[in-house]
Structure formats: structure tokens, C-alpha cells
């Protein structure tokens, strides 16, 4: 089936160790986007890649890793995790953004992850 | 930087009822508006995307509207259903930055 999907769904995981979450889209759309949710701040863009090998930061990329090798996968690691990391976090694929011909963004159900 | 603020927070309506969502934004320089939907547990559909140069679109029984000079947008939704219920957020897209507001809960009662 097309889509979108992040793995794990679920993760716990102590302070100081790196964690990836894998994002997958079989659409092969040009962006992919990582998006963390918090209550009291909302969703916020981490990192968004425009490409195979091209990445930039978004709002809060402090603490965060992303590469991207095939247009299909964008994974993102935590090299050292810290309590603040917990959150729910999203990634998202679009054909088109950052331009006035932008194309909706499609989410994935998302990783919830705990760090104790 | 952009600010998105959503009103209300939360909304309780019978169902049938017409109503009215709303989002605000403080910088007007933006390429789009997208309209969300997030049920509990779940990642964000895409509703409707109005671009900047287009002040509104429709899509079944939902109708969003785009001012940009005044820095609003409005969700429209037409006789509302009990699966209507979940949360609804607005995103503002600018120069390589997409700005969420906190969503406003919509609860439609049977």
C-alpha cells in the first residue's frame, strides 16, 4: 500500500542513548519533514530534506541527526538523548513546499518515545 | 517570527450544526494555509490547502477561507457529524518555515 510509515510506533529509552526513528513514503515525494508534538508548544518542524542528500534545520534542530541516502527513507537520530526529547514525533512527505505551488503534506501515525 | 493561534480551544456542538473554526497568523508573508485533522493516536490528515494568491476552497461539506491582510483563516464545516470529532489544526507555510497553531478539539454529540 502507499503511504507513509514510522517505526517504532512505540519507544523507551534512557538518557544518553542514541535512538533512530525510521520513516519510510513510497510516494517517492521530494520533501520529507520531521515534526515533534508537544503539549503547550504544538507541532514543530525539526528537519526537512528537499532531497536525496540535501537536509536543512527547521525550529528546533538542537539535539537531532537526519540523513538521507534514498529519496524513500529519512530517518532521525537522537545521538544522546535527553529527557526533553520525550515526545511524540511525525514525519511527513510532500511533493512540493516552499513555494506558491506547495502540495498538502502527508503524516505518518507517528513514534511516541519516552526517555527516562 | 510567525505566530499561529487558533480560537477556540475546544467545541462542543449537537450534531447538525453549521460551524465555524478560526486561525489567525501574525505574518501576513506566507506561501499557504493548510487545514488539518488529527484523531486521537494519529498523524495529521490534510484537509484543504489554500495558496496565497487564492482566497478559499471547498471540499465536500468543509469550505476554508484565506485573508491574508488581516492575517486569518476560517474552516468552514456544514452539518456537522459525530465523526467530525477530533482535533483540528491550521498550518501556515512561509520561506522554509511551516508554523503550527495548538488546534482547536471539535466534539459533535449524537
Known amino acids: 500500500d502507499a503511504g507513509i510509515t514510522q517505526s517504532p510506533r512505540y519507544k523507551i529509552t534512557e538518557t544518553g542513548r542514541q535512538v533512530t526513528l525510521m520513516c519510510h513514503q513510497t510516494w517517492s515525494h521530494s520533501y520529507m519533514f520531521w515534526y515533534r508534538q508537544d503539549l503547550g508548544h504544538g507541532l514543530r518542524l525539526i528537519y526537512y530534506s528537499a532531497a536525496a542528500d540535501i537536509t536543512d534545520k527547521g525550529e528546533v534542530p538542537d539535539g537531532y541527526v537526519v540523513s538521507r541516502s534514498k529519496t524513500e527513507n529519512f530517518p532521525l537520530t537522537l545521538e544522546s538523548a535527553t529527557r526533553s526529547q520525550t515526545s511524540v514525533y511525525f514525519c511527513a512527505s510532500s511533493e512540493l513546499y516552499g513555494t506558491g505551488y506547495d502540495q498538502p503534506q502527508h503524516f505518518g501515525d507517528g513514534t511516541r518515545l519516552s526517555i527516562l | ?110
Not at chain 2, 23 to 47: E, H, V
Open chain 2, 1 to 110: 517570527k510567525q505566530e499561529v493561534t487558533q480560537i477556540p480551544a475546544a467545541l462542543s456542538v449537537p450534531e447538525g450544526e453549521n460551524l465555524v473554526l478560526n486561525c489567525s497568523f501574525t505574518d501576513s508573508a506566507i506561501y499557504n494555509l493548510q487545514w488539518f485533522r488529527q484523531d486521537p493516536g494519529k498523524g495529521l490528515t490534510s484537509l484543504l490547502l489554500i495558496q496565497s494568491s487564492q482566497r478559499e476552497q471547498t471540499s465536500g461539506r468543509l469550505n476554508a477561507s484565506l485573508d491574508k491582510s488581516s492575517g486569518r483563516s476560517t474552516l468552514y464545516i456544514a452539518a456537522s457529524q459525530p465523526g467530525d470529532s477530533a482535533t483540528y489544526l491550521c498550518a501556515v507555510s512561509g520561506y522554509y518555515d511551516m508554523r503550527f497553531g495548538a488546534g482547536t478539539r471539535l466534539t459533535v454529540k449524537p
